[in-house]
């Protein structure tokens, strides 16, 4: 499976945007990147995925950088709910290889202070 | 629409014995994944089935096993218990089995003593 590499932790003031970034060098042309975030004693959440464009929903931004080596989940205003462990991951394409499972890393966590 | 649920919340055993844990999945969901969380660690995939078949098998002892039923949801079973297998167990649904979000539960925290 291709790696990610994201800061173990980071910390955001409440109604400031949050940068979350993930390196992925390794990554193939057909993976999707997806976040993932799990709240304190909840099961994770999905957040949004995206191949090549820049992809928003009502939860937050991805932007993918050109060569695709690396992202970055963007939070436009955090909240104190926001304050969980962030994943990215990397899902392929076919139905081979690991595509039929997400594959977590230690992910981030985001504290987020009132 | 309900979520995935999953039964039981908490479950204490002992070294040795055999535990059954349970998921729906939601409404049309056909595919359901098990996930173990170690205290500090991300998720690790256990098994994937869809169509009540399995579809993925992680790195795990044959003392793992799941099935899925006609309506789709699932059980997972471990058998033999160890004092490492205590941990949080999560389910997750999707409409299929490819490239598609998965919805997790809250999961079912065992824990072996």
Known sequence: DAKTTQPNSMESNEEEPVHLPCNHSTISGTDYIHWYRQLPSQGPEYVIHGLTSN???????????????SSTLILHRATLRDAAVYYCILRGLNSGGSNYKLT???GTLLTVNP | DAGVTQSPTHLIKTRGQQVTLRCS???????????QQVL??????????YEKEERGRGNFPDRFSARQFPNYSSELNVNALLLGDSA???CASSPGALNQPQHFGDGTRLSIL
Request: charged share 15%; hydrophobic share 40%; glycine share 10%.
């Open chain 1, 55 to 69: 992809v928003n929903n009502r939860m937050a931004s991805l932007a993918i950088a050109e060569d695709r080596k």
């Open chain 1, 104 to 106: 977590f890393g230690k």
């Open chain 2, 40 to 49: 500090g660690q991300g998720p690790q995939f256990i098994f994937q089935y």
């Open chain 2, 25 to 35: 999945p939601i409404s049309g969901h056909k595919s359901v994944s098990w996930y």
């Open chain 2, 88 to 90: 949080l167990y999560l």
